[in-house]
């Protein structure tokens, strides 16, 4: 009987897999459990834990588990050949290393992908703004913009991570976010350029609680890529919400800094989207000079790094990700922060109701 448990014994985490994947079944249908049990009570405290370990070390260690999940296939592969394992203790192998590593990313994260979306959540009322409305928001924005202006061809990346942490800090209750859970120090992306080739300005590392910035982005571009990331590590896994915390944790700030990148940041998504309207040609000439400078700057500085097929790949497969995790937009999720805008542009009583700073 004995040889038998330890003749089967690999199937153990297989089987925990399999019962993980029905878990996210059964949370795609309650949300409320997941809010309550998971976002709230658990992850925080699990963020707290992780960030705390990983924080230790300078360099990334998610980078370092993928590096070595890939280094993992041609190990086995000069193992098959020398005959130092079996074809069936490769497969075991395998099936238990990708078994933990799904079980691990939706215990560490992934439970998240499963709340309730932004509008519950928050308390927004949730809208269908006309054109009229949509360029109502676009030319304040633009005028906050303008009137906001900051040279930031320099930056200091230790303040400016203060500043960011101290606005989370005050908007805690308004972004229903559990204030601190965890250490968010920013770490490189250790193959940045590589990532830069690739469209990515930073990423959430979901194992280890990490918070990543790519070292090639523009000093302008940091405050608001810093904060959508660290609005990953709080929980938020949808890109289009992540945008539009960056985008309130920015522009609520009292630093002009932040405020600009948060602003310049969420304006090109509104760009993007109205620009099959008529009266976008007279929109973008309302920006200031200095404004359009820096627009052009990070699109040349990007149009420079990126490599086509590398930005394809990368785009595919962030795709394929966040539609196997419930964003049924996919990367066009991104563009979603419009639609977020607008209702929080529109809510008077939740601006009221947490004292927020509105036109």
């Known amino acids: 009987m004995e040889i038998r ?21 059964l949370a795609g249908r309650n949300p409320e459990w997941i809010e ?23 360099f990334s260690l998610d980078d370092l588990f993928y590096m070595a999940l890939i280094a993992l296939v041609p190990t086995l592969i000069v193992l098959l050949l020398l005959r130092k394992i079996t074809f069936r203790n490769t497969g075991k192998l395998i099936l238990n290393i990708l078994g933990t590593s799904y ?20 308390g927004i009322e949730e809208r269908q703004p006309d054109k009229q409305e949509l360029v109502h928001v676009i030319k ?18 230790t303040s400016t991570d203060s500043l960011i942490e101290a606005s989370y800090k005050k908007l805690a209750p308004a972004l229903k976010i559990k204030y601190p859970a965890g250490k968010r120090k920013d770490k490189s992306i250790t193959f940045s350029r590589l990532f830069a080739q690739s469209g990515i300005s930073g990423y959430y590392g979901p194992f280890f609680n990490e918070v990543h910035v790519n070292k090639e982005i523009l000093p302008v ?6 904060t959508h990331e660290k609005a990953h590590q709080f929980g938020i896994t949808g890109e289009s919400e992540a945008n539009f915390y960056a985008w309130l944790v920015c522009s ?21 989207t109205a620009r099959g309207l008529k009266e976008y040609p007279q929109l973008v ?23 086509e097929s590398y930005e394809k ?47």
């Open 5 to 25: 448990r330890l003749k089967y014994k690999w199937l153990i985490v297989p089987i925990l897999a399999v019962f993980c994947f029905l878990g996210t079944l």
């Open 36 to 58: 309550r049990w998971y976002a709230e009570a658990f992850y925080p405290i699990l963020a707290s834990v992780l960030s705390a370990i990983s924080s230790i070390f300078p």
């Open 103 to 122: 079980i691990a990313f939706y215990l560490f994260w992934g439970f998240n992908y499963y709340r309730a979306d932004l509008n519950t959540r928050l």
């Open 140 to 157: 304040y924005l633009i005028y906050k913009t303008n009137s906001g202006y900051c040279d930031l061809s320099e930056i200091d990346k």
């Open 221 to 226: 571009e940091y405050p608001a890529v810093l």
């Open 252 to 272: 609520q700030s009292d630093s002009p800094e932040l405020q600009y990148s948060g602003n310049l940041f969420i304006l090109r998504y509104f760009f993007s």
């Open 285 to 307: 000439k309302m920006l200031d000079p200095k404004v359009q400078e820096d627009f052009d700057r990070i699109r040349e500085h990007w149009l420079e790094l990126q490599k």
């Open 313 to 359: 790949v990368a785009s595919k497969v962030n795709d394929v990700y966040l539609k196997s995790n419930k964003v049924e937009k996919g990367i066009d999720d991104y563009y979603g922060v419009v639609k977020h805008v607008m209702d929080f542009s529109q809510d008077t009583d939740y601006h009221k109701k947490y004292n927020l700073k509105t036109e």
